[in-house]
């Protein structure tokens, strides 16, 4: 990383963690923003608001990614730096390989996160468990049915991948 | 599992997986639906909408768990079940212990769905990567300020957890 890199991507990180302590207050959500960038223009700030809009999705990345995906009129994130307050939890961190944004920038930990009383980190320690061995029970039921919906979209001449 | 519960989780399930089949030309999306039920009704159901929607966040658990919070004032599905067509995928999963649910049920496998042309898989193996092996590059820049966020937030009398 060159140090003009450098200094760009720490300025939009900063810019990230001030609307991460300025979202507290304003947004009413959790400590958390992020910012996504195309051709050295914010397109979109997420803030988290899980508690002021009873959405438990509603995390600063996913936040961001809807509104940016709003902006750009397209589902994938092509050519944008995604700079996050904190290292994006495992929701978030899905979010953003199906959104393909160019590359990710964070500041704090998923252990600064889960010292602030989130869960983060023991999120990704579940995500590591096999189903069963998880505190959240997850169970495969075997149907014979359970293919059917991939048969149908496969044999659609119409169909758009994403 | 008892027969009856057995039944009860294979009906809801059958439910989803039609659902999901619906749902490619009814929502114009991915072959994926949920349900979310709570004493044996349902709650919300949840259909792919990432193309139709331009949203790479909707997915069926996403879009059903947003819905249901919506239905009932609430940020966490206390007491709710969540029947998936499919495994859910790493981002689901997580907005899922976001949300904690009571517990998770599904049909397909993650390997059903890389066999149809979806990432799931992928970011499963991606996930278990360190952030510096990723296909998706997330970089950490160290930086003084990035704890500020979680300290204001600490400070805060009325911040609500979650």
Redesign the interface.
Known sequence: ?TAGD?AR??RF??AA?DA??A???KH?G????ALIVRDGAVVATGFNA??ST????A?AE?QA??AA??AL?????DGCDVYS?????????????????R???????RA??A???F?DA??YD???RAPAQRA????????P??????K???A?PT????
């Not at 997850?138 to 149907?143: E, K, P, V």
């Not at 049915?145 to 991939?150: E, G």
């Open positions: 990383m450098r991507h720490e990180l900063l963690i991460a302590a979202g507290i207050t009413n959790g400590p958390f923003a899980v508690t009873n959405d438990p999705t995390h996913i990614i809807r995906c709003r009129g397209a589902f994938q994130l307050s904190c290292e994006p939890c495992p929701m978030c961190l899905g979010a953003l390989y199906w959104a393909r944004p590359a990710v920038y964070f500041a704090a930990t600064d996160a010292a602030a009383g869960d023991f999120v579940e995500l590591a959240l029970p997850f169970t495969r039921l075997d149907l049915d359970a293919n059917r919906p991939f149908e979209w496969l659609l169909r758009v991948r994403y």
